[in-house]
Every structure is written in structure tokens, then in C-alpha cells.
């Protein structure tokens, strides 16, 4: 989906794990919204040298570079998803989204309710992150 439709549309295509080619999403199940968010990198070198310019984001007391993101596709249920798992409750407040195939990630991810310490009913999947077919 090289055009991605507007913010409050449905995606049209699959949505795939952007390294396995398993499905995410069949089409029409999740909604396209703008959140800025940073994301734990999905790939870090461990030989670059610290670059000031890089956003980070502390998880569970370890500095981590970031991308920032904003474009996702919005789902409210976590049984519409075809090939998801998630990670560990991260800083009492997010769980990560990941492929449950390759275990590549995070692609998304999803609030935790601070009073309830359950998943809040939005899970985000990165544009950026995913591929579709």
C-alpha cells in the first residue's frame, strides 16, 4: 500500500509482518490514526556509537534508542488479530506488539490502564513497521 488512505479509513490490503510474511490484519479490520509515539528501534547496532540526535525512551531502567512514529492502524479488539503476540507489561504503562512467528519487533504496541493495570482497548500498529499485500 504505497498510498495510505486517509486518517479514520479502513486499510484495503493484508497486513503482514514486514520480515516473515505472516498475516497481522485482513482487510477492513483496523482503522488508520495519527498518535506520535516513540517505538523501540526494531534493529540495533551494537557497534554504533551513542548519536546524540537519537530519540530514547527508558524501559524498565535501560536506555533505548527510539523512532518516532505517528501513523497507525488502530484495532479495538485483540482478537482480531491473526498472528500477534505481545510483550511484558513494559514500565507498569505499555506491552509491545511483536510478530508471534518471528518474534520480530515491536510493530505496535498498546496502553496499560494505570488504575486497572489492564490493556487498554487500543492496540497500534506501526505503518512503518508492516508491510501489505
Not at 495510505?4 to 510474511?21: E, K, M, W
Not at 505472516?22 to 554504533?48: C, E, F, G
Not at 488479530?81 to 506488539?97: A, D, I, R
Request: charged share 20%; aromatic share 8%; with cysteine.
Amino acid at each position: 500500500m504505497e498510498n495510505l488512505p486517509a486518517i479514520g479509513d479502513r486499510n484495503t490490503q493484508t497486513i503482514v509482518c514486514s520480515f516473515c510474511d505472516d498475516i497481522i490484519l485482513r482487510p477492513q479490520t483496523a482503522t488508520l490514526t495519527k498518535n506520535p509515539t516513540l517505538l523501540p528501534q526494531m534493529r540495533v547496532d551494537k557497534n554504533s556509537s551513542t548519536d546524540a540526535d537519537t530519540n530514547r525512551l527508558s524501559i524498565n531502567g535501560s536506555d533505548h534508542p527510539c523512532d518516532s512514529l505517528e501513523l497507525f492502524w488502530l484495532v479495538s479488539d485483540m482478537f482480531t488479530f491473526e498472528n500477534v503476540g505481545f510483550s511484558n507489561t513494559v514500565n507498569n504503562q505499555t506491552k509491545y506488539l511483536v510478530c508471534a512467528n518471528c518474534e520480530r519487533g515491536p510493530i505496535g504496541f498498546s496502553p496499560i490502564n494505570p488504575s486497572t493495570r489492564q490493556l487498554e482497548k487500543e492496540f497500534y500498529v506501526a505503518t512503518d513497521r508492516i508491510k501489505y499485500k
